[in-house]
């Protein structure tokens, strides 16, 4: 099983130089387009078939490939067991639905040999992570994974933007990377042995466990998108080509939650009390910081990179209720929580690059992302407009579609925390459950928001009045996607049994089995105390909106006249008297911005008689930035100044700092016990 | 045929709600008027109005999507499911088990999306006033409709309505304090959900005072009448839950016979007038706020709320 | 029946909890003297059920003290000044609204803590009670010290005493001589301060303790 991965992958791979190669060749660059998405498609195909099958099967002997590279005495451990099956299948989904994607929408890419030799060998590294048993490969492959990704965020060098935004992402990367290190390191103990077997078995001191735990909360943290580690994601995101977009917000993210769960679930053993304290109250602030950010914000991919770090909370929200349950040994109740945890994993790596991919196809067919210049794109492009509606219907968490379901386990696990004990739990829940039903609601009003004025309404400039409906390709990939989210929606018993082994491995319980119960709803923990039926609710709906508009037209009235919209009394409204994205937000800006942006609206009015224009300035900072990152770069700068002075050093001191140094190690061996 | 006379039951209760929600408005309609020493309009007059909006022809704006067209169906659809989830005159509907209170917010919070897309679609700057306020009030009013949801639910031990029902009916309950914040919160939010005053006048004209009537501002004929309609039936649904969740007497069991159905049938007729009666006093004797200091009234909505669930959580007796 | 008192008993001292929130809430200096007396009426009707669930008459008339004095007489004074000092604006808050009520909640989640876990063996009425009290008290020292209008601030003092009198009637036994002295000191507290307001007021036209300090001499 893992050997056919391993053979997959090792596809992936060579399919670099191939791009390489044939992107160089004149003419070639269609060409080369085709060939490698249409490869990438196939192979990831293969691969998440290889991971569903892994994770139906679930034998306890998952077999360990190991591989003569890395280190000589460690070589390459490779392992497929149902945690890894699972994000394996998240990854592999999300690569085929990009490469679909990618098919249509590479042809608009103008270098593409800058995109194409990064991008499979992107897919393998995360491949990798997922698949690597010991800490070597998992950092080799963590940071073969952010070298690639960063090369194809600054694919579009020409702009000063891209190029900052590859950086901060190259520094926050770096960051999380040497966390881990550490972390890895922490685990492998003074003995140093690396494969994750043995650090499962070895008992790290109640210290050393919670070093780890911080160490690897901050580093996949800052992977995922986790508040105040976020600053990269909404500059990187938006900067690569939107298919990479999609990959790094749906699955990218998501690796990074794999090895959260890995390090602190798998490895660490049983949690400690308060472990489930920092990761709820983190996630909670996520949550809302990330909606919040996203509501201020005119650029539909940067909007959809902070709705990322919104659902990356939200996931985290139930994975610390998943560890506060696990340390007090309820173990049914752990398993709520995760699977509410993965469930969301999965759902929002679906209607995430369905979104991206919406926003590649605007951004293909009217040039810009700024939502102030769009609008009326439903007319002119139908079948994006109903996919996006869908995946946007679908991320703010509602009926019938999958994003309501996650979000229901995990009201439902909220509902069963009084039972914890610790004072602390006891104040913490009610309060991250309060800023998880306002993350939801902010959510829906960020959703309208973005496909309201970005589709609905009139066109605010020619760009958007002559855009075209998206290619075959591209429309399918949408399509597929919008159509797992249905399924996912009405059908939830399905996935919540298909994640029964993955929760078994990790907390040692399960939910109950979902597929007996009758009519296919869902029963998270007993039948008295709630159930849903996603595929009745939606079978209503449909049912009763359809005889209903029956009715009216055959018992009242179908006819329809087209007039112009009131307009006042004003004749011929402008198109710039419609509501644009900064005025839509402007009540919820007024209300939660005020404090937290420092929002302020500046209006400058000409004097009279003048006849320059009148200017209404949104003036808006972000606080985390400003207090937290801009200091450390300045603090940067400051030592790198002080420092500057060994630059220009005589010969004589480069020699005598040599010899303080030598006599300095010297010294340490002497003493050292 | 227990199955035959469950669906039976299913089926009256979704006719019932139908076709009290417009007799419910116009008894609140005509409280108001006499409350204001006018004559106001007849008891039946929101049924006339129904009757002759669908016979009307619909004028859609010119550059109206299709989404424009299909909202009003969805949102009459989505309001008419959650309003006939909530138990009536007896709890334990056949399909009670397929949402439970956390799903019928959902369900409301997807016809309130459609809504403010609608508001958004014919790209006046009516509707954007409409849906951005409602999205704002929505962002305060669904977070402490959860809360509230939440510290309930931690009493009666379930988030099913009808076994909720079933226990706020029986002796075990008690008199809270959760259960009292819970209820001064949940009326806060239905007023705010409904559009009532002081958060929207549901009478006016006047764009800068409208949220729910500036986004339905340009539907006409068998539309508007349907979103009418579906804000009837909101309206009923939200007397209905503070009448099932806080004044339960009457209502009937699954098991019960034809004398207890008739008394549940009355029993909620009673509740239904005594919570129109309340909301045209209450009307009458406030002042629409200001849209600016709505955050702030929601918003203690909220507050109640979450000290109603924290202290549920801090102690098994509050 | 018990169950019901101890449940009524619990209410009422919850609703205090709930006026006090009422209190900070608003923003008008006459709507806050109406809910003053609401809350010193609520007190009232608190101390006089658990004269009736403990058995204690002497309480009876402890509440009377509290009726007469804080919800009637009390409120009455207040207008008085209100009116006299020309004082009907507004009330200038230091910290907002919303900020201001959830600091509330995260004071009375600190006091649930304390009191529950510091009380662990007690009648459970009485813990809940105090732990009640105890909120009532420290919303009350929020309110003086997000308040700038001096009137505002005596309501918050006002309102603290509440607390205290909740908790001494929920801890079963207070005598009533204790009551009495306690009530008069703050009845004389109040005189003073009323006497003092008019003097600043005549002496600079403004109650504003934010102004107020500019006279000092000092910067902040």
């Given at each position: 099983m893992v050997a056919y991965a391993l053979c997959a992958v090792a596809a992936l791979l060579a399919l670099s130089p191939i791009a390489v190669a044939a992107s160089a060749a004149p003419r070639g660059a269609r060409a080369a387009t085709s060939l490698v998405y249409g490869a990438c498609l196939i192979i990831t195909l293969i691969l998440g078939a290889i991971a569903l099958f892994a994770l139906y099967r679930d034998s306890a002997t998952t077999s360990v490939v190991t591989l003569p590279l890395g280190l000589p005495w460690l070589g390459a451990h490779f392992r497929i067991d149902a945690l890894a099956a699972f994000f394996l299948v998240v990854v592999n989904l999300g690569g085929a639905a990009a490469s679909l994607f990618a098919l249509g929408y590479?042809?608009?890419?103008?270098?593409?040999q800058r995109v194409l030799p990064f991008y499979p060998a992107y897919l393998a590294a995360m491949n990798l992570v997922v698949m690597a048993d010991d800490a070597f490969s998992f950092l080799v492959s963590w940071e073969f994974m952010s070298l690639t990704s960063w090369a194809l965020v600054i694919a579009?060098?020409?702009?000063r933007e891209n190029m900052r935004a590859g950086f901060v992402y190259l520094m926050m990367a770096s960051f999380g990377t040497l966390m881990l290190l550490l972390a890895f390191g922490l685990l492998a103990g003074?003995?140093?042995?690396?494969?994750f077997d043995a650090i499962r078995t070895s008992q790290p001191a109640a210290i050393v466990a919670a070093l780890t735990f911080t160490l690897a909360l901050a580093g996949a943290g800052s992977k995922a998108g986790l508040v105040p580690l976020h600053a990269w994601l909404p500059l990187a995101h938006p900067a690569a080509p939107s298919h990479v977009s999609a990959l790094m917000s749906g699955v990218m993210t998501k690796v990074a939650v794999y090895g959260f769960l890995r390090i602190?679930?798998?490895?660490?053993g049983t949690p400690a009390w308060w472990w489930s304290i920092v990761v709820l109250a983190l996630g909670g602030i996520t949550a809302v910081m990330g909606v919040l950010y996203a509501l201020m914000q005119r650029d539909l991919k940067r909007v959809l990179a902070y709705s990322t770090i919104e659902n990356i909370g939200i996931i985290f929200v139930a994975l610390g209720l998943a560890l506060a349950f696990q340390s007090e040994g309820l173990a049914a109740a752990a398993a709520l929580s995760l699977t509410a945890g993965l469930f969301h994993v999965f759902n929002h790596s679906l209607f995430k690059s369905l979104l991206f991919f919406g926003a590649g196809s605007v951004l293909n067919a009217?040039?810009?992302?700024?939502m102030e210049h769009l609008g009326g794109l439903i007319h002119r492009m139908p079948r994006t407009a109903v996919v996006f509606l869908a995946g946007s219907v679908a991320i703010s968490a509602l009926?019938?579609?999958n994003g309501f379901v996650s979000e229901w386990l995990i009201f439902q696990a909220i509902l069963l925390s009084?039972?914890?004990?610790s004072w602390g739990l006891k104040l913490t829940v009610p309060a991250v459950g309060a800023l998880l039903a306002l993350s939801a609601a902010l959510a829906a009003a960020c959703f309208v928001r973005a496909f309201g004025i970005t589709f609905l309404g009139?066109?605010?400039?020619p760009a958007a009045s002559g855009a075209q409906e998206t290619d075959g390709h591209s429309l399918a990939a949408m399509v597929l996607l919008a159509t797992l989210c249905l399924i996912a929606g009405i059908l939830p018993g399905l996935f919540i049994d298909a994640l029964a082994p993955v929760v078994q491995l990790l907390v040692r319980g399960r939910m109950?089995?979902?597929?007996?119960?009758e009519w296919l709803s869902i029963v998270p923990i007993a039948e008295s105390r709630s159930s849903y039926n996603g595929l009745l609710l939606f079978s209503f709906m449909i049912v009763s909106g359809a005889t209903t508009a029956f009715a009216i037209h055959r018992l009242a009235s179908d006819k329809l006249r087209r007039g112009p919209a009131w307009g006042c009394g004003y004749p011929?409204?402008?198109?710039?008297m419609q509501y644009t994205a900064d005025s839509f937000a402007q009540p919820i800006r007024r209300v939660f911005g005020?404090?937290?942006?420092r929002a302020r609206e500046i209006g400058e009015m000409p004097r009279p008689g003048s006849t320059a224009p009148a200017r209404l300035t949104v003036q808006l900072r972000d606080l985390i930035w400003d207090y937290g990152y801009a200091p450390i770069a300045i603090g940067v700068d400051v030592v790198a100044d002080r420092l500057?002075?060994?630059?220009?050093?005589t010969i004589r001191s480069y020699l005598s700092l040599v010899f303080a140094a030598l006599v300095l190690l010297l010294l340490v061996l002497a003493i050292w016990p | 045929m227990a199955v035959i006379r469950d669906f039976a039951l299913q089926g009256a209760q979704m006719l019932l709600v139908l076709l009290l929600s417009p007799l419910l408005t116009g008894f609140v309609r005509k409280l108001k008027a006499r409350l204001l020493r006018r004559q106001g309009p007849p008891l039946l007059q929101p049924y006339r109005d129904l009757i002759r909006l669908m016979r009307k022809e619909v004028v859609l704006a010119d550059?109206?999507?299709?989404l424009f067209r299909v909202i009003p169906y969805f949102v009459f659809a989505a309001t008419w499911i959650a309003a006939s989830l909530v138990?009536?005159?007896?709890?334990?509907?056949?399909?009670?088990?397929?949402?439970d209170l956390i799903a019928i917010i959902a369900v409301l919070a997807s016809a309130r999306f459609a809504l403010a897309l609608a508001g958004l679609?014919?790209?006046?700057?009516f509707g954007g006033i409409g849906s951005s306020r409602e999205v704002m009030i929505a962002s305060l009013a669904e977070p402490a409709m959860l809360m509230i949801v939440f510290a309930v639910a931690l009493i009666?031990?379930?988030?099913?309505l009808s076994t909720m029902a079933a226990f706020m009916n029986?002796?075990?309950?008690?008199?809270?304090v959760s259960l009292g914040l819970a209820l001064i919160a949940l009326v806060i939010v239905a007023i705010a959900e409904n559009a009532?005053?002081?958060?929207?006048?549901?009478?006016?004209?006047?764009e800068l005072t409208m949220v729910h009537e500036a986004m339905v501002l340009e539907y006409s004929g068998r539309h508007l009448a349907l979103i009418e309609l579906s804000a009837a039936l909101k309206l009923l649904l939200y007397i209905s839950l503070i009448a099932c969740l806080f004044?339960?007497?009457?209502?009937?069991?699954?098991?019960?016979?034809p004398w207890e159905f008739t008394v549940g049938a009355v029993a909620y007729v009673v509740k239904l007038a005594a919570g129109g009666a309340l909301l045209a006093v209450f009307e009458t004797v406030i002042a629409k706020m200001r849209v600016f200091r709505l955050p702030g009234f929601i918003g203690a909505a909220l507050m109640l709320a979450l000290l109603a669930t924290l202290l549920r959580f801090v102690s098994g007796s509050f | 029946m018990p169950a019901l008192v101890f449940d009524i008993a619990h209410l009422l001292a919850g609703s205090l909890v709930v006026m006090s929130f009422v209190q900070l809430y608003q923003d008008r200096l006459s709507a806050l003297i109406n809910v003053f007396a609401v809350h010193a009426l609520v007190l009232a009707l608190s101390v006089a059920w658990q004269a009736f669930a403990q058995g204690a008459p002497h309480l009876y008339i402890t509440a009377a003290i509290a009726l007469v004095f804080k919800a009637i007489i009390i409120p009455v004074a207040l207008r008085r000044i209100m009116v006299r000092l020309g004082i009907h604006r507004e009330i200038e808050v230091v910290v907002g609204v919303g900020p201001a009520m959830l600091l509330g909640i995260g004071l009375v989640a600190l006091a649930m803590v304390v009191m529950l876990r510091v009380t662990a063996e007690a009648d459970p009425l009485a813990r809940e009670d105090l732990a009640f009290a105890l909120s009532v008290v420290l919303l009350g020292l929020l309110m003086m010290v997000t308040r700038r209008n001096a009137v505002s601030q005596v309501i918050g003092f006002m309102s603290l005493e509440n607390g205290l009198v909740l908790a001494a009637t929920g801890a079963k036994g207070m005598p009533l001589v204790v009551e009495i002295s306690v009530a008069f000191s703050v009845l004389i507290a109040f005189i003073v301060i009323g006497i003092f307001l008019f003097r600043i007021r005549e002496r600079f036209?403004?109650?504003?303790m934010q102004a107020l300090d500019k006279f000092r001499g000092e910067r902040r």
């Open positions: 590479g042809r608009h890419e103008h270098s593409p579009n060098h020409e702009l003074p003995g140093g042995n690396y494969t602190v679930f798998d490895l660490l009217t040039g810009t992302r700024d009926p019938p579609l009084p039972q914890l004990p009139r066109p605010r400039t109950p089995v979902q597929t007996g119960v011929d409204a402008s198109v710039a005020t404090t937290l942006f500057n002075y060994l630059q220009f050093l | 550059n109206a999507s299709w138990p009536t005159f007896r709890s334990g509907l056949l399909f009670s088990w397929s949402a679609d014919v790209g006046t700057s009666a031990g379930s988030t099913q029986s002796p075990e309950v008690g008199l809270r009532r005053i002081p958060v929207d006048n549901p009478a006016t004209h006047l004044a339960p007497w009457g209502l009937s069991s699954p098991a019960a016979g | 036209d403004t109650v504003d």
